[in-house]
């Protein structure tokens, strides 16, 4: 006998309103990744008792995977195979896991993946009621993407979307002009909008132009990556009331360059650059001690610490607005 339980993937909303408001040239290494499962560099390695074999994660490019236990990251793996090749519903085929493991798991899918930008916020499960451990796993699709010919179509969409940003960033020498070329465009070419369609995805703002905080950092992950940066998605909160939505849930970025991490956040930026009339920086490549009003929340309390200050944009580009020069006011 089997039960089912309807659970839902963590949302984030960025409900905050500003007033007042490299590395060295390397060859441009486009990012492979070609909608299949697991990372070639190491050799798949069976982890449990069962017959699924799991595929190993680059932790440079996926550190969520790499907090995970051993047999989250079996499941972790399963999904990412499923789910990239547009499986809707399937058995599980790591024997054991529970509720909470196959939650884990599927946040940090969704984390280190924004390639799978047709994953809606919904998912389903079966279990078995004498030892709660996961039968079966069934997702929902966005509509643009719920069949598999649609599904295809969104795929060619979205990647031409991004081959059009990213021959823009072609240009730029050196790395970290790459990384304001790719942020520039975002915040030049993205609105943002509580009500737009799919804002959690990528395909919010590399298709359609319109998100929320979820949608530009899953977007500028996207195309850092992509571009051969390496670039995290972040889970947070706001940490001053006057600028917190509801539940202060926000989302940034966090980027790699020359052998240290840096904060951005690109929505902030765009926010400020309107409210200033030009494009400004306050939160482009910051430490931690530097990215006021941002907190880390859950997994993401795991990822590497940020101390770079080189290419800090008023270190490197020159000056701009910094962030402690922000004046924010409550959101209507």
């Not at 493991?101 to 009621?129: C, G, R, S």
């Not at 309390?301 to 020159?318: A, I, R, V």
Request: glycine letters at 6%.
């Amino acid at each position: 006998m089997n039960k089912r339980l309807v659970k839902l993937v963590s949302v984030l909303l960025m409900l905050a309103v500003v007033t007042g408001l490299c590395s060295c040239l390397d060859e441009f290494d486009d990012y492979d990744y070609g909608y299949g499962y697991g990372d070639e560099s190491e050799d798949p390695s069976k982890t449990t008792a069962g017959a699924y074999v799991r595929s190993n994660f680059d932790a440079d490019r996926n550190p969520y995977f790499s907090t995970l236990a051993s047999k989250e990251k079996d499941i972790y793996s399963q999904l990412y195979e499923e789910l990239s090749k547009g499986s809707q519903k399937f058995e599980c085929k790591v024997s054991g896991v529970s509720a909470d493991q196959l939650t884990k798991a599927i946040d940090a899918v969704l984390n280190d993946h924004p390639e799978l930008f047709w994953i809606d916020n919904q998912y389903e499960y079966t279990y078995d009621p004498d030892d709660g451990s996961i039968q079966d796993i069934s997702f929902d699709f966005f509509d643009f993407a719920n069949t598999p010919d649609k599904l295809q179509n969104a795929k060619v969409a979205f990647e031409k979307a991004a081959d059009d940003i990213l021959d823009g960033a072609r240009s730029q020498p050196f790395m970290v002009e790459r990384e304001r070329a790719i942020h520039d465009y975002i915040c030049k070419n993205t609105t943002y909008d509580e009500s737009a369609p799919y804002n959690q995805s990528a395909y919010s703002v590399i298709v359609l132009h319109r998100s929320v905080c979820a949608g530009y950092s899953r977007a500028f992950q996207y195309l850092m990556n992509r571009s051969g940066l390496t670039c995290y998605y972040v889970t947070g909160t706001t940490t001053d009331s006057s600028i917190a939505g509801e539940d202060g849930a926000h989302s940034w970025n966090i980027v790699y360059l020359d052998g240290e991490y840096y904060n951005i956040d690109v929505l902030w930026d765009d926010t400020a650059s309107e409210t200033y009339g030009e494009l400004v920086y306050p939160f482009f490549n910051l430490t931690d001690s530097e990215f006021i009003y941002h907190a880390r929340v859950e997994m993401a309390l795991k990822l590497p610490k940020c101390t770079g200050t080189q290419y800090k944009y008023s270190n490197y580009f020159g000056k701009t607005v910094e962030a402690g020069d922000l004046v924010f006011e409550d959101a209507a």
